[in-house]
């Protein structure tokens, strides 16, 4: 059974930096590409970053870009997601999801990751 589990969210300032965690278990992960969504009150689920299975591919959402990182350790079983300069519109849960089609899906079909984590809280006060 997949099982995703992630980490690392809380309660910072605007500007301020946190990375979260996503360790797997279940699947043969560095056969994934895994992806970070994120979801705010009220509002739609929306795709954050994306890469493929060896690292070397990423894509991310156009309101991210240039201040979110995602990584993985694939001798961990773990994808990362460091977020920089932070702000309110960050504000969300965020959950990590796992599936077997190419990094470029990613952003385009969500349908496509069939495995999904519980999420954890990333607030950012202004």
């Known amino acids: 059974q997949v099982q995703l589990v992630e980490s690392g969210g809380g309660l910072v300032q605007a500007e301020d930096s946190l990375r979260l965690s996503c360790a797997a278990s279940?699947?043969?992960?560095?056969?994934?590409?895994m992806g970070w969504f994120r979801q705010a009150p009220g509002k739609e689920r929306e795709f954050v970053a994306a890469?493929?299975?060896?690292?070397?591919?990423?894509i991310y959402a156009d309101s991210v870009k240039d201040r979110f990182t995602i990584s993985r350790d694939n001798a961990k079983n773990t994808v990362y997601l460091q977020m920089n300069s932070l702000k309110p519109e960050d504000t969300a849960v965020y959950y990590c999801?796992?599936?077997?089609?190419?990094?470029?899906?990613?952003?385009?079909?969500?349908?496509?990751?069939?495995?999904w984590g519980q999420g954890t809280q990333v607030t950012i006060s202004s």
């Open positions: 890469i493929n299975w060896s690292g070397s591919n990423t």
């Open positions: 279940g699947l043969s992960f560095s056969s994934y590409t």
């Open positions: 999801a796992a599936h077997r089609f190419t990094y470029r899906r990613a952003r385009n079909y969500p349908e496509d990751f069939g495995s």
